[in-house]
């Protein structure tokens, strides 16, 4: 029983390609939607103010 | 043991725990959007000149309230219906840890009614940006963030259910393109959310005087990833929404499944970026990140939505085509719906997103032309034709597809309901169209009088910006009375519709379980992959398989070229060039 289990798994597996499998992972699409706004907006943003002189009194 | 019911009008399968947390959710987001709705009266007849309602302070006041209430709240709480609809109802699984779900909606609830409470003491009138160093009450910034921090449990209750479907082997393949396009949603909102505790945190440390000084550039460089990747969530929700409204009302299917999740994923790679288009005009910022977040990436967001603008109508056409509706280009749509209110709303929220609001975001996310229209009333001129006519009359839309199904209520007042998107899409059209036109003359955003009366540095405006604003709030309050229509419409369903279902009571419209004899223990079927589609005769024209969408994608691609001119027509006036 458990091995006809394993088997339709499979088969399903491979029915779905790769790219689709990847895809199909939420936790990496949160790792992607999380790190490219980081990186491009907030920290080099951030990096970019923290950098500008301040003015003398 | 979960417990579910199947609607017997669309087979959809309902988790309970699951359905009375839509149900809660789904009722307080149009409790905010009536709130939303009558502060958005009070705004509309200040700001229309002839009438000049409030006096300054209260129309600070109110204008916080509206943006808090309407922006935030109603799209945030209408979202996690969503989320939970997307989660357990198309993937038929029980809900991941409802008990943190219901932690959750509590919590967003007294967010929402602390920083309302704040707004409307009188002391906290600093817009929904807050920028610094304006100062609120700390219970403004307080109730924002367990507001937050409860829409977040939710988004991880959803991430949860999606484990627990996959686990449980409750669908067949991939999850469906709803369901995909709900976890883009997920995702820019666990950013947003994120970014929202970065700032309003330490915000509210200085409120209360723990921390002495707040840099207002760091401040507006963080909102922002909340600001505007909020209304990133809408976008990434409402397309979801046009998907399956497309679906149950035509039963279509994506012209190209693969192109869809493709867009999905350019949206969770690129669409948070466009937060700087706020920011372009700041100082202290290099034009190598201003470029990259907006022209480079951003354009790739704006390409994804494109694709979406052509793939829904695109596969509503080929549905119908394929039932015969066949002549000419546009018989597919001469003979829609136009009466349904789902479908009316739902296409309408397309157009407008696509037309008004997608036109005139594009034009001020770029750089020079930004110079222009910011911080005039042309802002919010496009964020209403985006976030108003895009979003909430997705939401609208979805609202009416749910009264029967999921709240098992007959929709009261159907007539008015056939009529109730016209009006709102007018009254709305007429408010973002105008203010994107005073905008353009300059007229200022957010300002109580326009005249700047008895200002030392006051600027005398043409009298056609006056005509435009008077129009406008016309506009303001048309869409406020077809908003109220709606707001009739789904509250008396809720109370006096006719029961579907002899279980169906009135407490049971808020959020109180159905008797137990209208559940099952029995679990779903496993939801199958839906088929290949059969290779049939071609239903389309002069080689195209939807003529129709093609057109108007084009006349969209001709009505952008023509409008990117003449701002940078405009911006030539500005300085003359010899």
């Known amino acids: 029983m458990a091995d006809e289990n394993n088997t339709d798994e499979r088969e399903e597996d491979e029915n779905i390609s790769p790219w689709q499998q990847m895809i199909d992972n939420p936790f990496l699409l949160l790792f992607i939607g999380v790190a490219m706004p980081t990186v491009f907006y907030t920290l080099w943003g951030v990096m970019e103010i923290a950098s500008i002189p301040v003015a003398p009194y | 043991m979960a417990q579910f019911r199947q609607c017997p009008d669309t087979g959809l399968f309902f988790h309970k725990e699951a359905e009375n947390l839509m149900k809660a959710n789904a009722v307080a ?41 309407a922006l935030i709240f109603w799209m945030i709480f209408f979202e996690m ?15 991941a840890t409802p008990r943190w779900a219901w932690a959750g909606f509590v919590m967003m609830v007294i967010g929402a009614v602390m920083t309302l409470a704040a707004i409307f003491g009188g002391k906290s009138s600093v817009m929904m940006t807050s920028y610094v160093p304006m100062r609120a009450e700390p219970h403004f910034y307080l109730g924002l963030v367990i507001f937050a921090v409860g829409a977040l449990i939710g988004c991880f209750v959803y991430l949860g259910t999606l ?69 990133q969530i809408n976008v990434a929700a409402h397309v979801a929404v046009w998907y399956l409204i497309a679906g149950v009302i035509f039963g279509a299917r994506p012209m190209s499944e693969k192109v ?26 290099s034009v190598e990140w201003k ?46 719906p136009w009466g ?24 001020m996310g770029t750089e020079q032309i930004s110079i222009i229209i910011h911080n005039t009333i042309y802002v919010p001129g496009h964020f209403h034709a985006t976030v108003v006519i895009g979003t909430t009359m997705a939401w609208m839309g979805l609202t009416y597809l749910l009264i029967p199904v999921l709240f098992r209520r007959k ?54 910006a006056y005509l435009l604003m008077g129009i406008a709030g016309i506009g303001g309050v048309i869409g406020v009375i077809g908003g109220a229509l709606f707001c009739v419409i789904a509250v008396g369903s809720l109370v006096f519709g006719e029961k579907l279902q002899k279980e169906a009571g009135l407490l049971q419209s808020f959020g109180v379980p159905l008797a137990d004899s209208a559940y099952t223990n029995e679990k779903p079927a496993r939801l199958p992959m839906a088929p290949a589609e059969a290779v049939e005769a071609d239903h389309g024209e002069s080689g195209f398989e939807a003529p129709g969408t093609f057109i108007l994608a084009m006349v969209l691609l001709v009505s ?4 990117y001119f003449i701002n940078w027509k405009y911006l030539s006036e500005v300085w003359g060039i010899s």
């Open chain 2, 29 to 69: 987001g149009v409790v905010c959007l009536l709130i939303g709705g009558i502060l958005a009266l009070l705004v509309v007849l200040t700001r229309w000149p002839a009438i000049h309602l409030l006096p300054a302070d209260s129309f600070y006041m109110v204008l916080t309230a509206h943006g808090v209430c």
């Open chain 2, 81 to 95: 219906a969503i989320l939970y609809f997307a989660g357990s109802t198309l993937l038929r699984s029980r809900l």
């Open chain 2, 163 to 231: 484990v627990v479907a996959k686990n449980e082997k409750t669908y067949e393949g991939s999850v469906p393109l709803v369901t995909f396009g709900a976890t883009t949603a997920c995702i820019i909102a666990i950013f947003t959310i994120a970014s929202g505790a970065e700032i309003l945190i330490p915000t509210y440390l200085w409120s209360i005087g723990y921390i002495s000084h707040i840099d207002p550039a760091m401040y507006r460089l963080i909102w922002w990833a909340l600001g505007h990747s909020s209304q």
């Open chain 2, 260 to 285: 869809s999740r493709a867009a999905y994923l350019l949206y969770i790679f690129f669409l948070q970026l466009a937060s700087a288009h706020h920011l372009l005009t700041d100082p202290g910022l």
């Open chain 2, 291 to 336: 470029l990259f977040n907006t022209s480079y990436a951003m354009y790739l967001a704006v390409l994804a939505s494109m694709i979406h603008g052509l793939t829904v109508p695109g596969a509503i056409e080929v549905a119908q085509r394929k039932k015969g509706l066949t002549n000419g280009a546009f018989e597919w749509l001469r003979k829609a």
């Open chain 2, 340 to 363: 349904n209110p789902v479908f009316s709303s739902m296409f309408i929220s397309l157009v407008g997103f696509g037309f008004l609001g997608g036109i005139s975001g594009v034009v």
């Open chain 2, 411 to 464: 929709m009261i007042f159907p007539q008015a309901a056939k009529l109730q998107p016209y009006i709102f899409a007018l009254g709305m059209s007429m408010v973002a169209v105008f203010h994107m036109a005073a905008g353009t003359l300059g007229v200022a955003r957010r300002h109580w009088d326009m005249g700047f009366a008895g200002n030392p540095l006051g600027f005398e405006y043409p009298a056609t």
């Open chain 2, 560 to 563: 952008f070229v023509i409008y």
